[in-house]
């Protein structure tokens, strides 16, 4: 038989990281949500900020941190 060295989730990062990140992902998505409070049809920029918050809030862990990745390793 093989042996497999399978990495648990458990070993990726901390909890306090973890959290960290949670937090500030969070802030990016309620701000996006915030910022519609700005929308009328005469100004498209707080629409604009709340897209790019939004994309950025779910963009940066999955690119950027590589947490989007790790379901493959199994």
Known sequence: ????TTKTPQNEN???SSIAIFV???????????????LTLG?????????????????IPQTILGRSDSAGEV
Do not use: E, K, Q, T
Request: aromatic letters at 18%; a neutral charge.
């Open 24 to 38: 500030l992902m969070m802030v990016l998505f309620l701000a996006s949500l915030y910022s519609l409070n700005f």
């Open 43 to 59: 100004n498209p920029w707080p629409m604009a900020a709340c897209l790019g918050l939004f994309a950025l809030s779910f963009w």
């Open 1 to 4: 038989m093989s042996s497999n």
């Open 14 to 16: 901390s909890l306090a």
